[in-house]
């Protein structure tokens, strides 16, 4: 059952007016994102530089179809499934908890900066 996760993260089931917003803002840059990502790793953390470089693909894949999960379709059961299937194709790469850190610090600053550089967003002192 997710409606308890939902409750602890503040989410709605259905994808929000702001999480709407934010994934037109993330979208157009998401690529752009998961490939400089994907290049910081293989530039500094060997560890995972076989797997990345043999599944860069499929890593890819798995980064951009969770997060358009997140930001712009329902989150019920369906999604609680497609991220158990994530986390295990991840480990069949051979990821573990630092890679979902990693890129979620990398989508978060890529959407920072798309919020920083949005004309539709209104700067606050």
Excluded: N
Aim: hydrophobic share 40%; net charge positive.
């Amino acid at each position: 059952d997710c409606r308890s996760g939902l409750r602890i993260y503040g989410l709605a089931p259905e994808p929000t007016r702001a999480r709407l917003k934010a994934w037109a803002l993330l979208a157009p840059r998401l690529d752009g994102i998961i490939g400089e990502h994907i290049e910081t790793v293989l530039a500094h953390a060997p560890v995972f530089r076989e797997a990345l470089t043999a599944q860069r693909q499929r890593f890819h894949d798995l980064v951009r179809r969770g997060t358009e999960a997140l930001f712009a379709r329902p989150i019920g059961e369906h999604y609680l499934e497609s991220a158990r299937e994530r986390a295990a194709q991840e480990a069949d790469l051979g990821f573990d908890m630092r890679a979902r850190v990693a890129i979620s610090q990398s989508l978060l600053c890529g959407l920072a900066e798309a919020l920083r550089k949005s004309p539709r967003v209104t700067k606050r002192a």
